[in-house]
């Protein structure tokens, strides 16, 4: 079993950023893929990022490539998503999740089988 706690979410202006955490504990961490998703109100849960085990592969939506940036230290346990540029349309509750997906399967929510309880990010205009 595996326990995922997310933070760093908050509110903040179009423009603005934020940088979310998610702290990982329960197995070898650095054995999994680690993945962002996000839900906003009303709407499906959707990927945002996902990282390889060794931080050497990343893998981005495209409504935010190029703005959010995913990283890990294994050391820490610990996934980060810093998120630059943030639109109103980022608003939403950023879940962070680990499992071992299928090549391919990365941005698939069912390839992952351990979740966190997400961290509210609200994108004023």
Same mark, same amino acid.
């Given at each position: 079993?595996?326990?995922?706690?997310?933070?760093?979410?908050?509110?903040?202006?179009?423009?603005?950023?934020?940088?979310? $955490?998610?702290?990982? #504990?329960?197995?070898?961490? +650095?054995?999994? %893929?680690? *993945?962002? =998703?996000?839900?906003?109100?009303?709407?499906?849960?959707?990927?945002?990022?996902?990282? $390889?085990?060794?931080? #050497?592969?990343?893998?981005? +939506?495209?409504? %935010?490539? *190029?703005? =959010?940036?995913?990283?890990?230290?294994?050391?820490?346990?610990?996934?980060?998503?810093?998120?630059?540029?943030?639109?109103?349309?980022?608003? +939403?509750?950023?879940?962070?999740?680990?499992?071992?997906?299928?090549?391919?399967?990365?941005?698939?929510?069912?390839?992952?089988?351990?979740?966190?309880?997400?961290?509210?990010?609200?994108?004023?205009?």
């Amino acid at each position: 079993q595996m326990q995922l706690v997310a933070s760093g979410g908050g509110l903040v202006q179009a423009g603005g950023s934020l940088r979310l $955490s998610c702290v990982v #504990s329960g197995r070898t961490f +650095a054995a999994y %893929v680690s *993945g962002w =998703f996000r839900q906003a109100p009303g709407k499906e849960r959707e990927f945002v990022s996902a990282i $390889s085990w060794s931080g #050497s592969s990343t893998y981005y +939506a495209e409504s %935010v490539k *190029g703005r =959010f940036t995913i990283s890990r230290d294994n050391a820490k346990n610990t996934v980060y998503l810093q998120m630059n540029s943030l639109k109103p349309e980022d608003t +939403a509750v950023y879940y962070c999740a680990v499992g071992n997906p299928n090549l391919g399967g990365w941005a698939r929510g069912g390839e992952y089988a351990y979740w966190g309880r997400g961290t509210q990010v609200t994108v004023s205009s």
